[in-house]
T-cell receptor, first 117, second 116 residues
Framework: AQSVTQLGSHVSVSEGALVLLRCNYS??????LFWYVQYPNQGLQLLLK??????LVKGINDFEAEFKKSETSFHLTKPSAHMSDAAEYFC???????????????FGTGTRLLVSP | GAVVSQHPSRVICKSGTSVKIECRSL??????MFWYRQFPKQSLMLMAT?????????EQGVEKDKFLINHASLTLSTLTVTSAHPEDSSFYIC????????????FGNGTRLTVT
């Protein structure tokens, strides 16, 4: 079964500082990897995705993530944090098929990003 | 981009009553929709996969008689929490996919259910 581990339930940065949110995955099949952002009482918004093309993936709002197979990692970074980046971030993996034939999306437990002025 | 509309955004009901949550794909046809439940400060847990015109497939541990799912059309899936109890209070989120296996799911804004 696939799984995702997000290290650190909370990450605090200052405005303008580098953002690094860690994600490690486990998968018996070639994975597809995603990062989502969730604002309070809202659904999830896709930031970026890795689908076996380029290992360095660029997403919206200057976020990017690098797929490292040797490290089974897909860490999310942003060069300069903004106050508006404060939210919950979820890493997710898919690739394994459910009985329905559809690929199941497995989420990590999330990391809350706090940005201070 | 693909938009998924979920209604209501929040609902408060009394214990023993039933609540229906709607999930609509506004600008695309979603043959498959997914229902998730999110407990406070936790991740999303898949409850069931909803396929248009057929019975939903429930994840292990999810009571199908408790959480009734209907996917009557390519743009609408509903989740009904029957005989709700306080422990059913949670954040419920639906999502839909355009169709390719690894296409990212598009999520509704969720429904905050509070059972008193």
């Amino acid at each position: 079964a696939q799984s995702v581990t997000q290290l650190g339930s909370h990450v605090s940065v200052s405005e303008g500082a580098l953002v690094l949110l860690r994600c490690n995955y486990s998968s018996s099949v070639p994975p597809y990897l995603f990062w989502y952002v969730q604002y309070p009482n809202q659904g999830l918004q896709l930031l970026l995705k890795y689908t076996s093309a380029a290992t360095l993936v660029k997403g919206i709002n200057d976020f990017e993530a690098e797929f490292k197979k040797s490290e089974t990692s897909f860490h999310l970074t942003k060069p300069s944090a903004h106050m508006s980046d404060a939210a919950e971030y979820f890493c997710a993996v898919s690739g394994e098929r459910m009985n329905t034939g559809f690929q199941k999306l497995v989420f990590g437990t999330g990391t809350r990003l706090l940005v201070s002025p | 981009g693909a938009v998924v509309s979920q209604h209501p955004s929040r609902v408060i009901c009394k214990s023993g009553t039933s609540v229906k949550i709607e999930c609509r794909s506004l600008d695309f046809q979603a043959t498959t929709m997914f229902w998730y439940r999110q407990f406070p400060k936790q991740s999303l847990m898949l409850m069931a996969t909803s396929n248009e015109g057929s019975k939903a497939t429930y994840e292990q541990g999810v009571e199908k008689d408790k959480f009734l799912i209907n996917h009557a059309s390519l743009t609408l899936s509903t989740l009904t929490v029957t005989s709700a109890h306080p422990e059913d209070s949670s954040f419920y989120i639906c999502s839909a996919s355009i169709g390719t296996d690894h296409s990212p799911l598009h999520f509704g804004n969720g429904t905050r259910l509070t059972v008193t």
